[in-house]
């Protein structure tokens, strides 16, 4: 059977050792503070919001709570995220996802100062991703290449495909893996013989948004799964993009759903609000 990649324990390990490194910039006298946005009352939304502040809490993060109602205009989120830009207490800005119709996301996401885009959205932000300077990453890819090294997985020189070409999970993660020397093929909706392409990969990332698509047909045996995908399947039980039953004795180690990915977003949030004072 598959190795299966634990991603509540090595985010668990990640924020003991973000905790430990807070204490210590703490003692010198810098504090992180994140300051997290929500519009409406969106059951998901809230519930990740709610995982985020915990986690500010553990590691002695402060932060600050904007809960605005449904109703608020995009001019007043705006102003709101302007001042919390020119807020010194302030170091991080998150403005939860997604937001009501109404408001424009890419107009909000603009507005966040560079400095502040503990997301990692910012064009500014993706623009050093891409040249490799120093700079915040986003958070779910870049807890995607933590579990790989973590789980003692080499990227180097490995055929790594990512499946999904999204601005937040699929463009980063192979641009990511790329920077860790791997080869990387970008698939998605219209790729031809996506089958074919899949099955040369080393390292698999899925991120197709489709419940349970990829089946073992489109794993080479012995290679290394990661499901960045979440859905609620028939039966109402967490899955993801995986077939997880389907694959997990075909491949040598995979991420479950729930428990795989998921959990390392917010610590390498995290860790992004605790680089805006490590330097």
Known sequence: MAHLIDGKSISALIKDELKVEVDGLHAQGKDACLAVIQVGEDPASTVYVRNKKRACEYIGIKSQSYELPEETTEDELVALVKKLNKDDEVNGILVQLPLPEHICEENVLLTISPEKDVDGFHPETVGKMCIGTKGYLPCTPAGVIQLLKRSGINIEGKECVVIGR????????????????????????????LKEITRRADILVVAVGKPKYITKDYVKEGAVVIDVGIHRDENNKLCGDVDFADVVDHVSAITPVPGGVGPMTIAMLMNNCVETVRN
């Open 166 to 193: 999204s601005n937040i999970v699929g463009k980063p993660m192979a641009l990511l893996l790329l920077r860790e020397n791997g080869t990387v093929t970008i698939a998605h909706s219209r790729t031809k013989d």
